[in-house]
């Protein structure tokens, strides 16, 4: 085995059966490399050596992964976006909001999947959460409130219980990899975000792959060493 990917835990806390779940996947792994796609937080802004005690066991663990010399990369999400800088000094891990990596003989395109939503209010969210006036006002917050202020955006973890994909952004994301594919950068492209777990060949060749919702389908995926995916039960 390569490598494993996970993605969307939308990990809240501490008495959040998601998180202990995430915990023994991760002392259990095998492969020696992990890639999460994105939104493993359900919101995290990072503050420079604050760990969120909330999620203190996710990063005790992807810790002790490094320690057994499992290499880590992490393409942010649009729930945990603004937490790389952080993640990167306490796990010096690679963050990137785009991988291609080649395992296997088969070329990956790896990315948390909100780039395929081109609808206007989406752009117009991303583009406010990611811009100055909201890094100022979770700085003036504090860790404290901006965690506070951060779920309750995000919608809290009843909402995320309630979750539906949209068929839109499914039917979006795939046309993207087929893209990829298309213009020749991907065999397989793999992303999360509209938590619709998807296994799917593509016409000419390649292959999609949508990791889904951790929260419900506990799936992650494995990389095999000649390259096949297979996305397997927690
Ligand atoms: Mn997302």
Known sequence: ??????????????NDPTQDALVALLDG?????????????HFWWGFPGVID??????????HRLQRRGVRLRFVPGNHDFAVGETLRSLLSLEVSSRLELTWGGRRFVLVH??????SRGYALTRWLLRGPIFAALMWALGPVRARRLGLWLAGGSRALAAHQPKPWLVAAQRAWAEAEVRAGRADVVVMGHSHQLEQTRLDGGGEYINLGDFTHDRRFLVVQDDGRCELRAV
Not at 113 to 118: H, I, L, Q, R, V
């Open 113 to 118: 999947g909100d780039e395929a939503d081109t």
């Open 53 to 62: 005690a909330e999620l203190t066991p996710t990063i005790a663990a992807l």
């Open 29 to 41: 792994l095998d492969t020696p490399e992990l890639v999460i796609l994105g939104d493993l937080f």
């Open 1 to 14: 085995m390569l490598a494993a990917l996970i993605s969307d835990v939308h990990l809240v806390g501490l």
